[in-house]
């Protein structure tokens, strides 16, 4: 069962490191460039390969840094790596999905922001504090990112 009150700290960084030795993770920190401050956390998790080449993206913003843009340029970093090919260093990806509380608007305005598109609801979808959560499925392929780039 997930904790929110586990998510900075000591045991949270030991899991983030342990994350990093396994081929369906790809943790990233997000760090202020000024003075290199750790702010936030983006990561892909669940990664498969072979014919679904998908992914779960995952991230929090530490909440003293909560609207200074750390969060989009940090999940849109890792959609960037998630489909970039594999020969040129990224992990050569179809498709990244994210899972949003239906509450958490800044959430939802961020994944907007960075392209993702609404896919669906999925009723009762992940344990937090000992409930179960309903959440919005987003989704980004490769093809969404690219006409993102070609715009920007």
Not at 29 to 49: E, F, M, N, P, W
Request: proline residues 5%.
């Amino acid at each position: 069962m997930w904790d929110e009150s586990e998510q900075f700290g000591d045991k949270r960084f030991d899991r983030l490191l342990t994350r990093a030795e396994l081929e369906t993770d790809e943790p990233f920190l997000i760090k202020r460039t000024a003075d290199r401050s750790i702010v936030g956390y983006v990561g892909l998790g669940q990664i498969y390969r072979g014919p679904f080449l998908s992914s779960i993206i995952g991230y929090w913003i530490g909440e003293p840094h909560v609207g200074r843009g750390y969060g989009t340029a940090g999940v849109a970093a890792c959609v960037a790596r998630a489909f970039t090919p594999e020969p040129q260093g990224g992990l050569g990806l179809h498709r990244v999905e994210a899972n949003i509380v239906p509450s958490n608007v800044a959430s939802l305005a961020l994944v907007k922001r960075v392209g993702f598109r609404k896919e669906g609801y999925s009723p009762r979808y992940l344990q937090i504090d000992g409930t179960w959560r309903d959440h919005e499925r987003w989704a980004i392929t490769t093809e969404d990112w690219d006409a993102v780039v070609a715009r920007s």
